[in-house]
């Protein structure tokens, strides 16, 4: 097969020699005669792959011994209102959000649906170009709630704001990106389908010292207590999903951890964002300091010269899932870990090949 550039915001590119091993798995997992989607997840052997998984964020992302790593369903949008469930007071609760874009929003709107949802600050005037600075999270809320990486709309916060209550953090699309200061936050959550594997299991890591405040009773299915103490086998889990994202872990490990990813991210966002700035053609759609090394968004400055040429001149370099989001237009690049350095050059060299025969 010969390989696409694949930029798709999600789900997304896998490295190939998990691909590899992944669909080995299913006709038949690790030589037991038995595909891993047809044994059981309370087998020894899928047990040692659950335990594996959870040592391995464990271990990547230095996760503190009075948290929990749980991998649930329902992908962040469950996330949304499950981290809610699980902080905010019954009496009277009030859950602080920064409202960064749409994935900050529908955490708003299902959080509402439990207690008072107080909004800090808001960059939508800006059509969430830039991440809110400069003000102040109140100590009279239950919680703080951020989008750590904006999907859709390119920008990344690029540090933590002060807080004395507990941090909740929607990581879906930057977790296992870079190192991370896991002590900061009492509750990280993301699916797994942008940097960790296929779709269907949503990772958790939990200050276990955090939970069971809120005085209110929570369906079984989004207590993280619960969750915690069935070691994620409340329920049949997602087998595949965790096995494939074991198996991303395995490599992200063998490659270095979090500082090898960070570095390699680093530098392709470097290269892209460069790019974009020197070439006339093409213009970002955030503020510099607030770029997102995972999703680079950026415009032509005359689309109705060049849009036409530039798609081709991209599609015929095999590049696909280029497209911006509808609610930005453009171009959106998704550099996930197992993007490839070369992809990224590959497109440069498109972008530049557009300037020299424009
Ligand atoms: C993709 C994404 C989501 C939605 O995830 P689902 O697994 O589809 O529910 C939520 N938040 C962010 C930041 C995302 O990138």
Known sequence: ?????NYSAGPCILPPEVMKKASESVIELDGIGLSLIEISHRSKEFVAIMEKARDLVRELLNVPDNYTVLFLQGGASLGFYQSAINYMKNDGGRG??????????KAMKEAALLGEVVELASSKADNYQHIP??????SDVDYL????????????FKSIPESDVPVLCDMSSDIFSKPIDVSKFDLIYGGAQKNMGPAGTTVYIVNKDSLGKTGRKIPSMLDLQVHDSKDSMFNTPPVFSIYVSMLTMEWMKSIGGMSAMQKRNDEKAALIYGEID?????????????RST????FVLNDEAAHKERFDKLWND???SGLKGHRSVGGYRASMYNALPVESV????????ELERTA
């Not at 097969?1 to 550039?5: A, D, E, L, P, R």
């Not at 602080?96 to 929003?105: E, F, L, Q």
Request: charged share 20%; aromatic share 8%; hydrophobic share 35%.
């Open 345 to 352: 050059k590959v497109l440069v060299d498109v972008m530049k």
């Open 294 to 297: 995972m999703n680079a968004t």
């Open 278 to 290: 020197r070439n006339p053609l093409f213009k970002g759609t955030t503020a510099v300091e607030d």
């Open 145 to 156: 709630h951020l989008t750590s990486n904006n999907t859709i709309f390119g920008t990344q």
């Open 1 to 5: 097969m010969s390989k696409v550039h």
């Open 96 to 105: 602080a959000y920064v409202d960064t874009g749409s994935w900050s929003n």
């Open 133 to 138: 600075k400069g003000y102040k999270v109140p």
């Open 317 to 319: 370099a095999r590049i």
